[in-house]
């Protein structure tokens, strides 16, 4: 399962660890690009988390229970 980079609003992004919504003009973890995309995250383990095995978070194969 693909995860949605943005929530019905545009003016939020789902963190692709947790799923949480964060606010992409200042999320709380920060952001990354990888592959053309930004990704943005609610906290700094989740950034961390991501970047370690982003395919995994993106393919949903891998998910953090918040």
């Known amino acids: 399962m693909k995860i949605p980079l943005f929530s019905k609003s545009s003016k939020e992004a789902i963190d692709p660890v947790c799923h949480m ?3 992409p003009d200042n999320p ?3 952001s990354w690009d990888y592959k053309d995309s930004s990704y943005y995250f609610c906290a700094p ?3 961390i988390a991501f970047q370690k095995d982003p395919e995994s978070y993106l ?3 891998k998910k953090i229970e918040m």
Request: glycine share 34%; aromatic share 0%.
């Open 21 to 23: 919504t964060v606010n």
């Open 45 to 47: 383990g989740c950034k």
């Open 28 to 30: 709380n973890g920060g």
């Open 59 to 61: 393919s949903g194969e």
